[in-house]
């Protein structure tokens, strides 16, 4: 069975983005408050698909483990 990363961090944005670290971060803190999570908290693909429209397939792509 292969295993895949859950979570979503700035590095990760910047990559499917080509933005800033920095704007990655803002993203996922938008996303935070927008499904009401708190800051330590962490954002899943998934819930990142949704939010860009993005196919979680093409973010898959971007995760470097």
Known sequence: MLLHRTCIYPKDVQRITGKSER???RLLTKIRQE???ASHQFITVEEFANYTGLPVSTIRQY???
């Open 23 to 25: 704007s990655g971060r």
């Open 35 to 37: 499904l009401g999570k």
């Open 63 to 65: 995760l470097v483990d």
